[in-house]
């Protein structure tokens, strides 16, 4: 089978079900749901979908806990329901990449049901199963933290002894150390590309090989145990056993999820040669207004530069994927500007980030530049971290509680969950019951249909932006070089393929900010191509551009 390489031309939006549409009333978003709105997806160019987990699922995390591979989640629809939005994709020109989660099951999938049982179950050993230590055998048996907080163990009375779990304590974390449970893994990919999967987006890969002796990990008060999981000593050699088992006789694409990976593990994780994984994702940037992903300090944009720049220069064999928004961040309009000018900073951050090199990702309601909920609260959030995190400051430690609720404000996965916006009706149109997450108040006036007639909306600036980019070597191929990086308040690069280049800048300031070309830039023609204002020079030489105006020129 040719591999083509599809992604690397492939605009991707990612689809969280449960917020997305609801088809029947039942205040959740469904597969019908989803398959109302191809069309939408159509007009708005992208190429490929990611779907977020539709497997069954007992819901602990969303979905991101499965209890069957093989089927899809009750209030999500049926098999045939999937087939019938695949097809309805395939029909478009839109392709399928689903969420791969593989580091863990739920404790309700079968084989940990069985694992559970007995020491000498057939199970047993597709999980990971340990006496406790202490002189009662009930302290965890080493200091591995969950990233959901507390200890990475749970002891079970049945057996008495403790499973792993780096997630919740309904995220069991499968032995792939067994090689059944390889073969289990290869077994569901295949099951699914078969059935016309085009990839998978490969859910905390860089967590599934543990050192042996699950040893003690060094003293961390946040995340204990890392550097005995992350990229594990077997971990190149069971991905590349499943490509070789599956992904390689396809056409298929995969990207991992890196969190927390520098640029050296990120080369070897994805390098052609070694026929692994096809592309990345980093979250270095998702850092340049946080420390540890959750605590909260003010953005900076040199920061952001530095980070992103050094991903641009990846070695051409590696692919790189580009994203501010998924199902985990809060919204990037609120982190990275005023909200007062949603339309100016979406349509900025739009064109920043997709006129780099790699694959660019769209989050629903991005596009309709959705943001945070104001002052949400214990009882509104529906996230188990955010719930966690709430209710362990209010039991330790109380006088924390106010700057956690500040935290969250900020940070919270439940921003990004919140029900897309598709009409002023009620609900934003998202269902005609009660939503199961609280819908923003703002949908009156962001949401899709508005943008949908208005030709100046950040939907159609999408729409532009995204059949900009379609075919265009420059962004496909061209290098990246920066310009200004120790400036605050302008993002300025310029991309170059064969001498034809491609100069873009954009202002990440409320203010008016002068600029000038780079010193000794020169240019014959210039023509401009993307802007955010209605109107902006032909050409650049000096210019002031007002608050989160963007332009981008083709230089010759
Ligand atoms: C990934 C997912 C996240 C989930 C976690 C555990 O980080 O993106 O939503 O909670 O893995 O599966
Ligand atoms: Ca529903």
Redesign the pocket.
Known sequence: MERTRWYKDAVIYQIYPRSFCDSNGDGIGDIRGIISKLDYLKELGVTCVWL?PCYKSPND??G??ISNYRDIMDEFGTLEDWQEMVDGMHERGIKLVM?L?V??TSDEHEWFKQSRLSKDNPYRDYYFWRKGRGKDGKKPPNNWSS??SGSAWEYDETTGEFYLHL?SKK?PDLNWDNPKVRKEVADICNYWLEKGVDGFRC??IIYISKEEGLPDGKFNPMLCGDEHFVIGPHYHEYIHELYENSWSKYDCMTVG?G?GIKRKDAEAMVAEDREELDCIFTFEHQECDAVLTAVPRPFKLTRLKKILNNWQHLPDNCWNSLFLE???YSRSIPRFGKVEYRKQVAKMLAVIMQCQKGTPYVYQGEEIGMSNIEGLDREDYKD??SINIYDLAKKMFPPLVPIVRWALRKRA?DNARTPMQWSAAENAGFTTGKPWMMVNPNYTEVNVEQQQNDPDSILNFYKKLIAYRKGNEVIRYGTFEEYFPKSNKIFCYERNYNGKRLFVVGSFSDKNVVFKLPAGYSFKTSKLVLNNYDDAPEELSAYTLRPYETVVYEVE
Do not use: G, K, P
């Open positions: 977020s995390d969303n991101y806990d969420d989660v580091n863990h990233r959901f997630f995220q859910d905390v999820e969190q998924n199902h985990d188990i971290i996965r």
